[in-house]
């Protein structure tokens, strides 16, 4: 089974590297764009097909390592 | 004083924390590798070097704060023990959840080294009694991800309880957004836990011990440690 862990900064967190971002695509001339913020994203590959379990031992490894709570969020997928 | 260095894979300075460690205490402290599960016995001081640990990846120390030696560092400060992160330490302490707050990329996304002014906001703890309240000192710093950061209430609480350890400043002691190298909240350059044994700081005090390198403003916290 593979999930997908998708770590981002908080809202309340300034993003540095979202703005210079934001920024480049704005001197490409790249349309529309209003913002920019940067995250990470983790595949992982999982033994099995219980979605359930998948499910809370991935919120186990955000909660202990993928993630710092303290500025950033987590959302897992699964399928 | 008993002093040890943890040794993380990828970390850089330890060299220079066991000189000023030597230094200060006559001692030549204990290098232990980040894969032990305990310290050795009788330690008064644990010291996390500068460097990278493990390349900076996921986010700096966040994977160094989860080695095995990391639970016996959590028992030495819970048993009041002193430990002391610097640069990389600091952000290990930080993900270990030994100190509040995190370290961000610095605001201007530039690697910073320079020598910096820093004052010395509490002089009343083992690290820093060797200086004098207030007093404006001169440390190395050289990071990218230096940019202390915590929520509101964190930096009321810090504040207000006198757990900033030193603030980033000009040569005349003024702290502001001119002298803040990169970022950091209140121009934080090191903070204490709530029982002033944890301390950890951006700035690297072990580079300054020696008039041949540019300064000796970080012998007085050594000296502090090992008075």
């Known amino acids: ?79 | 004083m008993r002093a040890a260095v943890i040794l993380f894979p990828g970390v850089n300075r330890e060299g220079d924390a066991a000189r000023a460690l030597r230094r200060a205490t006559g001692e030549k402290p204990a290098i232990v590798w980040h894969a032990e599960r305990e310290l050795p016995g009788g330690l008064d001081l644990v010291v996390l070097p500068g460097g990278f640990s493990y390349g900076d990846y996921l986010r700096c120390g966040a994977i160094a704060a989860r080695s095995p030696i990391m639970a016996a560092v959590g028992g030495h400060a819970a048993r009041g023990g002193l430990v002391m992160g610097i640069c990389n330490g600091f952000q290990i302490l930080c993900e270990a959840g030994l100190l509040p707050g995190v370290l961000m990329r610095n605001a201007e996304l530039r690697f910073v080294c320079k020598m910096q002014h820093l004052r010395v906001e509490n002089a009343q703890t083992p690290f820093t009694r060797g200086y004098a309240p207030g007093e404006v000192v001169k440390f190395a710093v050289a990071h990218g991800e230096g940019n202390f950061v915590a929520d509101e209430e964190t930096i009321r609480r810090i504040e207000a309880e006198g757990r900033v350890a030193f603030r980033y400043c000009d040569a005349q002691g003024l702290a502001g957004p001119g002298s803040n190298p990169n970022g950091s909240m209140n121009s934080i350059a090191g903070v204490f836990n709530d029982r002033f044994n944890v301390l950890g700081l951006m700035p690297h005090p072990e580079n300054l011990i020696d008039p041949l390198v540019g300064g000796v403003d970080g012998q007085a916290l050594f000296a502090s440690l090992a008075a």
């Open chain 1, 1 to 79: 089974m593979k999930a997908r862990v998708i770590v981002t900064l908080k809202r309340s967190v300034l993003d540095p590297q979202g703005k210079a971002i934001e920024g480049a695509l704005k001197a490409l001339a790249v349309e529309g764009v209003k913002s920019v913020r940067q995250g990470k994203i983790f595949d992982v590959e999982f033994d099995g097909d219980d979605e359930a379990a998948a499910r809370l031992k991935l919120s186990e490894a955000c909660e202990r390592l993928l993630a710092n709570t303290i500025v950033e969020n987590y959302a897992i997928e699964i399928g």
